[in-house]
């Protein structure tokens, strides 16, 4: 016999119990996790004085909440926290895990620090509750709480995996971890407590928290769970504590008047409400105990959709409201891929994953029979495969964007230019086009109105361009580790290997072409330089002029030879201002313009934060005017995490809609 459970009324109050003990309402711990119920209609039509407050010109994207965001929270200069809770509603599947890496990425590449707080995969938690309910009205509230934390625990796990996967540092804080305590009922509890400085320690060694929604800990270092509206409450009380931006990401993007699924004239969204108006929509995307949270505590939220471009602000107080047409979003984009070797096969398996957004229809290729067997034109949906051609004036013909993974400098410079010609925006993971012809192309892009996109050329899942262009203005240094196969080799030289065997070890491992020159003389992470330059500084700096130090098996022993106690030598990339008519402008051969830079074999203290970057990892720590830093890390080199940053370049794009005409 199933356990059986009495309801509770209050949104806010402790749960009653039953007289037999028995544990609280079963549809309660169901809609825990929010299940994202779209709200129940409104009685009647919107009124006359609601028509008055919409807005006539949809927003592309809504920044409502960053003009309410203090002012030290509102510059890219001090670190900038966002807490995205992720739902059932959103979390379908197993699969629908790589959609919300692709949220956190955006969330990143615009500078924020990320807490993501996550639910059960959708069902996930009924399945557990009936597993409970097995075994009879009296089960143990504790063992209850625990079986059903484990659906929270187990998105978090594989959250934290598909972010590693795709080359973004992440870490996942259990909420012992994370020190969030609770008092009040094991399955109705209420948050008190959080270990702040932890969480802010983690945020700045790797950026993103991965965070169990719904589950606390209570006072005797048990399980307990927040109840209804838990993984919305975890959200707001981390985002109340941390003093954070929030936004709750639903499968609707924004609060309406009533559900806009439902037949009929479709329904106003609320652009800015405030939290008592949010309370009397029912619950049913919001959860009211969540809700009540922010009564009185000057947090502001946002309830928005995955990759949307706008949200509804959601104020404590009664600042009016503001009634809105929901935008209508863009067709998908019609995307011709060029080059199909191991980018290019990641970047078209994820576009086939978002294909709301991105139409692949054509993909070039220099042997179209091996294209072929590797997957070029398999499309499990159904859909007609692309185009498959080896002539690239056919294949960007029809694009909206072209996505340039060709690499070297012909044809890809071409390419790019005709596809720039054609009308076509342009992604490219190509430093050594963009090093060499960067500015020719930039100004064709420009008087064409059209952009040239190239955040995977640099630093590879690790948003390094993205930070540089929000930085820009106050760096005064940048000291980077930008090749992977530089510094997978010398972590294999300092481990005992011999140089040849390093190097045979990185291309047996994917990390190093057959040809590895370019990457140990320092070529590679000189054309990396010239575009962090330019992103950074404003400043046009040639490849040629970059000092070069060539990592070789004789400069890593005499790095090694001069190294003191608690150091250990990495192939660092680096470009810092001078002042002009200082001395080291005048006499310095590396200083070009107003910068001095090259790429060297320099010995770092352990606590250095270039000291730990190993293998295939990048880090760029950026040194502002000021006195502070920051720091940017991730994965530089393999498929995943290249095509993460190419895809993160076209979904900007598609948020972007510019000037692409809608059908």
């Known amino acids: 016999m199933k356990t059986t459970f009495k309801s509770n009324s209050s949104i ?14 079963a549809a309660k711990i169901r809609a825990a996790n929010g299940t994202g119920r779209k709200a129940k209609p409104s009685p009647g039509k919107s009124t006359l004085e609601d028509r008055k407050q919409i807005q006539t010109k949809p927003r592309t994207v809504a920044h409502a909440a960053e003009r309410v965001t203090p002012p030290a929270l509102a510059t890219p200069l001090a670190p900038r926290t966002i807490v995205l809770k992720f739902g059932g509603s959103v979390l379908k599947h197993e699969r629908d895990v790589l959609r919300v890496v692709h949220e956190v990425y955006r969330w990143l590449r ?21 597993c409970a309910s097995a075994y009879g ?137 405030s939290v008592n108006e949010a309370l009397t929509l029912g619950g049913h995307i919001v959860q009211n105990k969540a809700l009540a949270l922010v009564r009185g505590t000057g ?51 994820l576009l086939r994953c978002q294909q709301a957004q991105f139409d692949v229809r054509a993909i070039a290729a220099r042997d179209l029979d091996k294209a072929r067997r590797a997957g ?16 690239l004036t056919e294949a960007v013909r029809s694009a909206d964007v072209v996505v340039e993974c060709l690499g070297g400098l012909e044809p890809a410079r071409s390419a790019i230019a005709k596809a720039l010609r054609a009308g076509a925006h342009v992604v490219s993971a190509n430093k050594a086009v963009l090093a060499a ?118 400069a890593i022993a005499a ?27 005048r006499v310095d051969k590396q200083f070009t313009g107003q910068l001095r830079t090259g790429v060297s074999l320099i010995n770092v203290g352990l606590a250095d934060p270039l000291a730990g970057v190993e293998a295939e990892r990048n880090c760029a720590v950026f040194e502002l005017s000021g006195g502070t830093r920051r720091i940017v890390g991730g994965r530089g080199a393999g498929r995943l995490p290249t095509a993460q940053a190419v895809l993160g370049d076209l979904l900007e794009l598609w948020r972007a809609g510019s000037p692409i005409a809608l059908e």
């Open 437 to 554: 012809h960067g500015p020719a192309l930039r100004a064709l892009a420009a008087r064409r109105g059209l952009s040239l996109r190239c955040g995977a050329a640099v630093g590879g899942a690790a948003p390094v361009l993205e930070h540089a262009a929000l930085l820009a203005g106050a760096v005064v240094r940048v000291r980077a580790v930008l090749n992977a196969t530089s510094n997978f080799v010398l972590d294999r030289v300092l481990a005992g290997d011999g140089f040849e065997d390093a190097v045979r070890a990185a291309q047996q491992a994917g990390f190093a072409e057959a040809d590895p020159s370019t990457d140990l003389d320092g070529h590679d992470a000189a054309n990396k330089l010239v575009l962090v330059a330019h992103a950074a500084f404003g400043i046009r700096i040639e490849p040629s002029s970059v000092t070069r130090e060539p990592l070789t098996a004789q």
């Open 299 to 349: 947090l502001h939220f946002e309830v928005g959709s995955l990759g949307g471009v706008s949200a509804t602000l959601v104020t404590p107080n009664d600042q009016g409201r503001t009634l809105e047409l929901a935008p209508t979003l863009a067709r998908a984009l019609r995307v011709a891929v060029l080059g199909f070797g191991t980018v290019g096969q990641g970047v078209v398996a």
């Open 559 to 585: 790095a090694l030879a001069k190294a003191s106690p608690g150091q250990r030598p990495r192939s660092i990339a680096w470009l810092e201002r001078e002042p002009h008519g200082s001395r080291a402008a």
């Open 376 to 391: 070029a034109l398999n499309t499990e949906d159904g859909t007609a495969p692309p185009l498959l051609t080896s002539d």
């Open 110 to 130: 615009e500078g924020y620090r990320v807490v993501a707080v996550v639910s059960a995969i959708e069902g996930q938690t009924d399945a557990l509750l009936d």
């Open 137 to 273: 009205v009296n089960a143990s509230e504790d063992s209850t709480a625990l079986l059903l934390a484990t659906g929270e625990l187990q998105s978090a796990a594989l959250l934290g995996l598909a972010l590693g996967r795709a080359g973004i540092d992440a870490a996942v804080l259990t909420p012992w971890a994370l020190g969030l305590r609770t008092l009040g009922d094991t399955l109705d509890a209420e948050p008190v407590s959080l270990d702040v400085d932890r969480i802010e320690r983690t945020l700045n060694r790797v950026g993103v928290c991965v965070v169990p929604g719904f589950v606390g800990v209570g006072h005797g270092g048990g399980v307990t769970l927040l109840g209804r509206g838990g993984s919305d409450l975890t959200a707001l009380f981390l985002a109340q504590r941390l003093g954070a931006r929030c936004r709750l990401i639903k499968d609707v993007d924004g609060l309406y008047q009533h559900d806009p699924a439902k037949p009929g004239p479709r329904p106003l969204r609320y652009a800015l409400v």
């Open 12 to 25: 806010t109050g402790t749960t009653r119990r039953a007289a037999n003990g028995a544990p609280p309402s």
